[in-house]
């Protein structure tokens, strides 16, 4: 039996495994890496489109006439105050190395921090989608009428409204599905990144 021999075996068996742990290591972070990075992707997507939808209303409400400026720059201020709430959240994700928290510690806390701002965006669209038919009609029937009594004094006017309001509730449901669609994969993966950790 030779020692030497033996010795050179056992030493490259362990320098071996521990190159294999850290590739194995490095290969889990960039792929969590790249999950987080389609999400965050997606996420600024949808952050950006609530501004491309909210700062046409707000140059509308420049030019608009008194009652209807009131009604645009309130459509205004709903969207933008359900932004920012998103956005306190979605700076909480982290995409740098924490080394204050382990691996598993930070993606748990960037996946509470993606559903959360999901969250956030559901509660916007059931508070916003049942009115946004109506109140599209309001600063349509404002444009002709100029004043909230005239509008009001139209005997039609109310029927319309509840007329509108299932549009609402449709607009919620294409919402839910196009949330499911886009982000359904990419959440379950880093949820099973996280049981990988465990």
């Known amino acids: 039996m030779n020692l030497q021999q033996e010795w050179q075996h056992m030493s490259t068996e362990i320098l ?9 290591k490095f ?38 006439e008194k009652d209807l400026k009131i009604v645009l720059i309130g459509a205004f201020i709903l969207y933008e105050l359900f932004r920012a709430f998103a956005v306190i959240q ?19 806390d960037n996946l509470r921090a993606i559903k959360k701002v999901l969250s956030i965006e559901n509660l ?14 309001l600063c349509y029937k404002l444009t ?20 509108l309001i299932p549009v609402g509730i449709v607009i919620i449901l294409l919402g ?9 994969k990419q959440l379950t993966n880093l949820e099973a990144k996280i049981e990988e950790l465990s």
């Open 176 to 184: 839910k599905l196009m949330n499911r669609s886009i982000f359904k």
């Open 90 to 108: 979605f700076r909480k994700i982290k995409t740098s190395i924490d080394y204050a928290s382990n691996t598993k510690q930070v993606l748990e």
């Open 16 to 24: 071996t495994a521990k190159q294999n742990e850290l590739v194995s």
């Open 124 to 137: 916007w669209s059931y508070i916003t989608a049942p009115i946004a038919a109506p109140l599209g009609l």
């Open 144 to 163: 002709i009428y100029k004043t909230f009594d005239h509008v009001l004094a139209q005997t039609n006017f109310l029927t319309q409204v509840y007329i």
């Open 27 to 64: 290969t889990l972070d960039s792929q969590s890496k790249s999950l987080l990075h389609d999400l965050l992707f997606k996420l600024r997507w949808k952050l950006r489109w609530i501004r491309i939808i909210d700062l046409p209303i707000l140059a509308l409400a420049l030019f608009a």
